[in-house]
């Protein structure tokens, strides 16, 4: 003889053998633990029947009312569509160009802006405020370049992973450590163009301490070297300030210790050569702008300086956001991934 049971939740029934009545039975569909009842033998009079007919009834209506896909393996959801006769939503794909507009629009956001004015605070302190604090403001400006080198990396990073707002600004964040990672980042990418300078002018001790730490103007510069060897110091120069998005990108992401697969970030250029070409670009810009500037304050002092500070950030940010997007967008490109 048989029992037959019907799941209260999702109206799944089933049959049982009468041994295994008083027992519990899992739902197959809904997960819902169920008892299985004694086995009825005798329905008695009709009035009893009338009563389990009504009963079976009132069950099955209820079932069909609170059915529902309880406690079941979850799935991969499909697409939404919209609902009928209303437009239909769907993810936004990805357009490079309209990051770019963002980008360069970055201002327009009040969250943007605010982060932007305490930077500039920060870089105005750092370039025209502690440099009159001797000992102690040498200090504050280490830990605001460090606090900026890795605020940098972190605007790469952010913009890679598709975030249109800039990172918020942790102090708690380290500075040491990233500070060294962005010099590092520089003089690898420039070691050509420094060897080269320091075989040029003899490899005098005293003359490359001095333009490495205090710098020369065009002046001095044409007055150590020939135009052949400016020409090449120029090329060198220019090559590792093309290299270095690819480089920068590289270590926000993956770690420093990524900067040794350079044959992967050259294959990874060749890939994607007019998207990195317009990366690029964004940095060179940032560079002929950051000469300019620091050719005109010697000429006319800091104010020029002050006026040039929130410009120079604005075209940095810009380009650093460029290098991130460069990833978001054409990662399939590239000769490695990172997950």
């Not at 942790?170 to 500075?175: D, K």
């Amino acid at each position: 003889m048989t029992i037959k049971i019907s799941c209260g939740i999702c109206g799944k029934n089933y049959k049982v053998q009468d041994a295994a009545a008083g027992k519990k039975l899992r739902c197959k569909e809904c997960g819902e633990t169920l008892r299985i009842p004694d086995p009825v033998e005798d329905f008695g009079d009709g009035d009893d029947f009338s009563k389990l007919l009504d009963d079976a009834v009132e069950e099955e209506a209820k079932a069909k009312t609170i059915r529902s896909p309880v406690r079941k393996p979850m799935v991969k959801a499909e697409k939404y569509k919209g609902d009928e006769g209303g437009p239909a939503t769907r993810k936004k794909e990805n357009n490079y160009t309209q990051d770019l507009v963002q980008t360069f629009l970055f201002l327009l956001d009040p969250a943007n802006l605010f982060t932007f004015v305490l930077i500039c605070m920060l870089l105005f302190a750092k370039d025209v405020i502690l440099p009159f604090a001797a000992i102690l403001g040498l200090i504050g400006r280490l830990i605001i370049l460090g606090w900026y080198s890795n605020y940098r990396f972190s605007v790469i990073y952010e913009s890679a992973t598709g975030r249109k707002e800039l990172p918020e600004l942790s102090p708690e964040e380290g500075f040491f450590i990233p500070m060294l990672q962005w010099i590092a980042t520089w003089f690898l990418v420039h070691l050509p163009a420094m060897i080269f300078l320091a075989y040029a002018v003899n490899f005098e001790g005293f003359l490359l301490m001095k333009i490495f730490m205090v710098g020369v103007d065009h002046k001095e510069l044409s007055e150590m070297l020939t135009g052949g060897q400016i020409a090449i110091l120029i090329s060198l120069y220019s090559a590792g300030l093309f290299f270095w998005p690819i480089l920068a990108l590289c270590v926000a992401i993956g770690g420093f210790e990524t900067v040794f697969r350079i044959d992967l970030m050259l294959l990874t250029i060749i890939k994607s050569f007019s998207a990195y070409f317009f990366t690029a670009g964004a940095m060179f810009i940032t560079a002929i702008v950051y000469f300019f500037t620091a050719y005109v304050a010697g000429e006319h002092g800091i104010v020029v300086v002050i006026f040039m500070i929130p410009v120079l950030l604005y075209l940095e940010i810009v380009a650093l956001r460029m290098i991130g997007l460069y990833y978001h967008h054409f990662k399939t490109r590239f000769a490695w991934h990172w997950g």
